[in-house]
């Protein structure tokens, strides 16, 4: 059984930065993490940023010029780089990837809180 390991999640000022990480365990050869969602307080699970086997990298609005994904370790391990953080970017953020027997798996998600 694979499981999807979040970190990096905490409380930030408003302005701040963080770096989210998500990595597969056990590391599963042709595992593809492929991007992050996050869900605020009443609010439905969302996009961020994902990124596809060939690189291609989409964001939505929310992130768009402020948050980066990449990735190292074939797939194995993605980040997401939070910089000039907002009160609305407060949520449980989920990373998710994809066997290579098809099936998607969720990670339990990281909190990130940010102070105004």
């Known amino acids: 059984q694979v499981q999807l390991v979040e970190s990096g999640g905490g409380l930030v000022q408003a302005g701040r930065s963080l770096r989210l990480s998500c990595a597969a365990s056990p590391s599963t050869f042709g595992f593809s993490i492929r991007g992050w969602y996050r869900q605020a307080p009443g609010q439905q699970r969302e996009l961020v940023a994902d990124?596809?086997?060939?690189?291609?990298?989409n964001y939505a609005d929310c992130a768009k010029g402020r948050f980066t994904i990449s990735r190292e370790n074939a797939e194995s391990t993605v980040y997401l780089q939070m910089n000039g953080l907002k009160f609305e970017d407060t949520a449980v953020y989920f990373c998710y990837g994809i066997a290579p027997w098809g099936t998607k798996y969720w990670g339990k998600g990281t909190l990130v809180t940010v102070s105004s």
């Open positions: 990124v596809t086997r060939g690189g291609r990298t």
